[in-house]
Structures are given as C-alpha cells and as structure tokens.
C-alpha cells in the first residue's frame, strides 16, 4: 500500500511567519505534487517535482516556494505567511498514472 | 494549457437513484480520466479511471463513459447508497504531461 504522510494535520500560524509543511511517500516515485484545496475551488497546484532537485511552478505558486533534496520527501514553504494562504494544502505522489494523496494539512494564518 | 469543466458543483438525490456527474476537457492529446472520490475529512482516493483507447468502463455500481469526439466524460453511479455522499473530482491528463488537470469537484448527497 502507498503511503503519504505529511507533517501536520492542523497548524495555526501568525501572518508573517515562515511555515514549512512537509510530505513524505514510501513508494520511490519520482513525481510529486503540493495542492491547495478551497471551497468551490477544487484542487489547485501550487507547485510539481518529477525528480530531486527539479520543481515546476504551477497554477498558484505566488506566495510559496518548495524544496525536494531526497526523493521521498516534498516539502512546500511559505516565505511570509497571509491570511489569504489559509487553507488546506494536500500533498501527492504519481509513480504511473494514479496519484496517492498525503491527508492534507489544515493551515490558519491568524 | 488543458481546462476541465465539472458538473454539476452539487447533487442531491436519494437513496437508490442513480447520480451522473459530467466533465468536459479541451484538449484533444488527453487520454487518461481519473475520478477521485473524497470523504468529509478525508483524502481523495481514485475510484476509477478510463484510457482514451476504451469508451466505457465499469466497477460494480460505478461505471465511467467517454466520448472522445465531444471531448467530455461523465462518471455513473447506480443505486447510491448513503455512503457514496463524497465529493468527486475528475481529471484529464496528456501523455506528454505529468500533471493531470481537476475539476472543481461536485458535491454528492445521498438521503437515506
């Protein structure tokens, strides 16, 4: 079974803060994926890795910033956080077709 | 750049109707159509998927049709059951992309 695990399940930060979520799957797949999920909305890339070290912006990628130095583990950062980046941010992972989903983080930025 | 368009955002129906969720896409190199279904609370998971090679395919109560030259994919549920309430996503994706394209996901409520 792939597993996905991130970091965090809730964190509450203070804007301006720098935030850190991470992801971690133990099914060495190369390609890897960090969402943002809002209401309405749907599943928004923010950012993509097909390989350490390589990362392609996405649809929102203003605001964030990620860093893959192992294989197995993508994480996403936020340089300052904002209210505006409160939210639920899935992580993912894609060997062939299929991606499998990390439980998501529930971010606040107060 | 590929676009997904989901529909409807919200169903209602009751328990034993049959649930049609439909999704168009525009790009004509897509060939791979994942639904993903997400419980309250929970992550998404695939439910099912079709390739561009076939035009029907189905899982027990869930069945997914493509129809290639409209560009669009509808996904088919018979029977609902209560526990089929989830929230469901399609997605298109290309051969030549690693990132598949989402919906905006429909909200599936099923009354006992």
């Known amino acids: 079974d792939v597993k996905v695990t991130q970091s965090s399940r809730y964190l509450v930060k203070r804007t301006g803060e720098k935030v850190f979520l991470e992801c971690v799957q133990d099914?060495?797949?190369?390609?890897m994926f960090w969402y943002r999920q809002d209401p309405g909305l749907g599943l928004r890339l923010i950012y993509f890795?097909?390989?350490?070290?390589?990362?392609e912006k996405g649809d929102i990628p203003e605001g964030y910033s990620v860093s893959r130095e192992k294989k197995e583990r993508f994480s996403l950062i936020l340089e300052s956080a904002s209210t505006n980046q409160t939210s639920m941010y899935l992580c993912?992972?894609?060997?062939?077709?299929?991606?499998?989903f990390g439980p998501g983080t529930r971010l606040t930025v107060t | 750049g590929e676009n997904v368009e989901q529909h409807p955002s919200t169903l209602s129906v009751q328990e034993g109707d049959s649930a049609v969720i439909k999704c168009t896409y525009s790009?004509?190199?897509?060939?791979?159509f994942p639904w993903y279904k997400q419980e309250l609370g929970k992550r998404p998971q695939l439910i099912i998927d079709i390739r561009s090679n076939v035009g029907e395919k189905k899982d027990q109560r869930i069945a997914v049709t493509l129809n290639k030259t409209a560009k669009h994919f509808s996904l088919h549920i018979t029977e609902t059951q209560p526990e089929d309430s989830a929230v469901y996503f399609c997605?298109?994706?290309?051969?030549?992309?690693?990132?598949?394209?989402f919906g905006r996901g429909t909200s599936l409520i099923v009354h006992p």
């Open positions: 890795s097909y390989d350490v070290k390589m990362k």
């Open positions: 790009d004509s190199a897509s060939n791979y």
């Open positions: 993912a992972s894609m060997g062939g077709y299929e991606q499998y």
């Open positions: 099914m060495d797949h190369e390609n």
């Open positions: 997605a298109a994706k290309s051969g030549g992309s690693y990132i598949p394209t």
